[in-house]
């Protein structure tokens, strides 16, 4: 089975961590950014992929514990440009929010707080254009 083909079978049969994580990333929760699923790159399909921020997030289950092969996997994924992310399927599930926010500060920096008028923040303080 060629790389596409196998990539279209993994589509049809996501885990029910990869689903979740999918629906949000799907839903454009993240700021509108764009992400792909069981994506083919070089020699091995990816779980998510953002191309723009160069970033991979792999949803791993217990097969995936330290293995050389995702080690040799994820050096060349890194020769490549890309930072991957994993996470657990079980963070996946239970702390969906957590892991989405580690994902959209990858993708687009940390997150920073809203300004605070209380504090003086994000107000003109200058009193110029009263």
Known sequence: MDSRNFAKSLRRNMT????????????????????????????YIVDFIHFDARLIVEADGGQHNGS?????RDAWLEQQGFKILRFWNN????NTDAVLTVIFE????PLSPSPSPARGEGSNTTGQGD
Do not use: C, M, T, Y
């Open 106 to 109: 990858a993708v687009s920096g």
């Open 91 to 94: 963070d996946i599930l239970n």
């Open 16 to 43: 029910d961590a990869e689903q979740l994580l999918w629906r949000h990333l799907r839903a454009h929760r993240l700021n509108g950014e764009k992400f792909r699923r069981q994506q083919p790159l070089g020699p």
């Open 68 to 72: 050389i092969r995702d080690q040799n």
